[in-house]
Structure formats: C-alpha cells, structure tokens
DNA sequence: CGGAATCAGTGACTTTTATCACTCAGAACA
DNA sequence: TGTTCTGAGTGATAAAAGTCACTGATTCCG
C-alpha cells in the first residue's frame, strides 16, 4: 500500500495539522505486521517509532529465566513510549512487542520524532500524553500484580483482551494465558473452570466467551 | 536559603548551560523539605517539577484499601516523571511522594520545562532521560513483584534503601517495610529472622544492619 | 483411518504467603 | 518505679499458588 496525505487525514482524522502528516508521508515508512511478528525483541536497538494506525500490539517484560508478564496493550493512534526513549537515548529494547492482530503502522525515524517537538506542538503534545498513557499503563499493571489475587487477575486479563480484539470469543489457549500472567497452566485452568462456574465466561477448546 | 548560580552550578557540575542555570535560578523556587514530609498525594493537582538537589524522595502506589506499594526512590539530581506529564497534561498525581529523608528541591513552574526543551538541548535531553529512568524503575519493580519472591524481594528492597540512604544501618520498623511491600508485619519478621540465620542481616530493636 | 500431537481437566501434594492469637522485651513516661 | 505502649517473636492454622503425574478429548495429518 501507498501512503498518503489522504490516508492519513483520515486515520488521524484532525489530530495533527497539514504540514506535519505531510512530512509524516514524507518521512516515515508503511508497514504491515502479521500476527504474531515480533516488533522488537529485548536487547535490539530501535531505530525508529512505531505509530500505530490499526490492529494491536502486545507489550510483554521478560525476566532471565524465560518466563514474561503482560505489561499492556497498543491499539490505534498508539505510541510506544519505551520505543521513544529508546531511540531518543540509543538503547537497547528491555521488552518485546508482538503483533496481537494484523497491524499497520508507520516507522518514524527518531531523528524526526525529535524535530517535530519543536516544530509542531501537536506532535510534542503527543508525545507527552503517549508517556501518561504508558505510565497509566505500567501503574495499573502494578496494581493488578500487588494488589489483586489471581482469579482477579484473570477475569480483568481477559476483559482487557476482549478490548484489544473487539470480540467477545477469545482464541487463545489456557497455556498462553498462562504464559502472560506468568504462571502454570493448571492453575490458569483451575481458575476458569471457576470462572465458569460462576456464570461469568463459557469455556470451548481453544476459545473463551466472556458474558 | 538563597538560590544562587554559583550555588547549582556547583550542583549541577556542567550538566546544563549557563543560560539555563539563569533561567532556573530566576524562576524556579528553593525548597527544603524535612523528613516524612508530603511532596504530593495521589488526587493533588502539581503545579510545579520537583528537581531534587540533595536527600531522597520515596515514591509509592497507594491503592483503594489503604494499602501501598513502594515504585522507587529519587535522589540527588532526579526529578519526577509523573510530575512532568501530570503538569504537562493538567492531570492528578497517581502516586504519592514522601521525603525519606531532608531534601533541598527547586520546583520548577511547568510552563518553562515546557518552554525550556525547545531552547535548551541539555534541558530536552535531561527530561527524556527522566522518563528513560523511571521506565526502568517501575520495570524493575514489575519484575520484583512478578517474578521472585517475596524473601529475595525483601533483600533487594533492603539494599534499594541503604544505597538511598547512603548508610549500612538502616532505621526502619518491620512493619513499615510490611508497608512498604504490600504484606503483614510477620511475614516480614519471620523472613528477616531467615536473613539474619543466613549472615545476610543483623537485627536490632528498630535498626537492620545489611552485612 | 489410525496414530501423534495439542489442549484441557483433575487429584494429590508442597510451598509460599496470610491471618489469628498470644507472649515477651525494651522504651517511654508520669 | 510501675504501668503503658510499641516493636518483635512465634505457634497454629488457613488460604493461595505452584508442581507433579496422569487421564481424556479433540484435532491434525500421513
């Protein structure tokens, strides 16, 4: 796909002004990402800004030992904050971002990123709410692993999923959750038979119904 | 006191320009906060960025049963993220910030951090470089509280605080740290004996030696 | 079709963490 | 000096989460 002014005047439907989605088109490159491609790994550099135009991306931390939690979600018009600074500061990435669903978005070189602060205040502006957000984000994570049990966990787990995806049926497998929330997968299990015995999702092979 | 240039270019050591030295200096305010005192509350609107001279400032996630969880400690030429975005964006703090120690502090008006980043390349660098830090902050606190337990947690939370407070023999009842962390009182108590049996710790009546 | 692979369910048990109930030591203070 | 308060230690027990071992069901594919 090509993209243009046009495009983007619709995607971002009057988010920023003329000049700046001119050299957004001008500058930044097009691309779709398949499900389950890997945006960036920990430890790669990240050479340039992912803006997201639709799908949704998963942003996971991973500790030495393999295992990895679930930190949030990046849907349309999102930002990667950490992908920011990153860049900003040349260092390497400390999580992975993977493709949910199809995505596309625009890469945008840092050094943009950077002069476009002080040319257009739109784009500062949007800068700074991409960090509030993704501080949110990081917080609210906090609070669900401090604070919450992990039947809590579950059920605020999968209704973010359902947000991500638009859909009530989630496909994923009890293995998967359990990889994200950084558990086994017996307990995941044991937690939704629970779940569903308190009336609040259906259990298929391979799917979840949320009610 | 009197906030001088000579006084924060000794401070600051080259970190920024003299230009911008004249600017702070002319429009931030000193302030010296004592120990236990509230530098914000979750709720509170912030008017100004904190940027901290000298002390320590704990930051922790309250959550809505009284609990809390301590995210990180600033210290010595830090300054708050969440601060900056809550200003930029007019938004309510989420966290809520404590002296953990006497601190000297400038409180900086956000009208010129904002206008700052666009003249001072040292000033955009420094604030990127914030959000860079507290990211890697509240990561390395989600990796604690996800991944390993609460006996290593209580260890690193024990370190994490002689390096802030500069000191190997730390003042601290064990019910403040079961505050700290988010558990009871004994379950702190118990796994401090286990440290102190395994010469990691030295326990007295309202001191912690770290050996 | 039939075997292999993947996904899910579950019992039995362990470890980790939380909670309750109480004792004891030292500090504080009148 | 004795009483009160705060901080700490600890046994008993419960709840939550993790682990092991196995079974059954469904899907996939040669």
């Known amino acids: 796909m090509n993209l243009t002014i046009d495009y983007l005047q619709k995607a971002l439907s009057g988010k920023f002004e003329l000049a700046l989605l001119d050299e957004l088109v001008r500058y930044s490159q097009f691309k ?13 550099y990240i050479r340039s800004v992912p803006f997201i135009l639709n799908g949704s991306v998963k942003i996971m931390r991973p500790d030495k030992e393999g295992r990895e939690v679930l930190l949030y ?50 784009w500062k502006q949007f800068v700074f709410q991409t960090y509030q957000k993704r501080f949110d984000n990081l917080l609210a994570t906090i609070d ?23 859909c009530r049926v989630l496909t994923v497998t009890h293995e998967e959750i359990a990889q994200e929330m950084a558990t086994s997968r017996e307990v995941i299990s044991r937690l939704l038979k629970q779940l569903e015995k308190n009336g609040q999702i259906q259990l298929m092979r391979n799917k979840i119904e949320i009610l």
């Open 32 to 44: 779709q990402v398949p499900v389950g491609a890997y945006l960036i790994r920990p430890g790669e």
């Open 73 to 122: 979600y990046l849907g349309e018009l999102d930002t990667c904050a950490m992908s920011l600074t990153c860049c900003l500061g040349s260092k390497q990435s400390e999580v992975t971002a993977i493709a949910e669903e199809e995505t596309e978005l625009i890469a945008i070189p840092v050094e943009k990123v950077d002069e476009w602060m002080c040319r257009f205040p739109t």
């Open 144 to 166: 669900e692993v401090v604070f919450h049990k992990l039947d809590e966990r579950l059920l605020t787990y999968l209704h973010k999923k359902t947000e991500s995806c638009q």
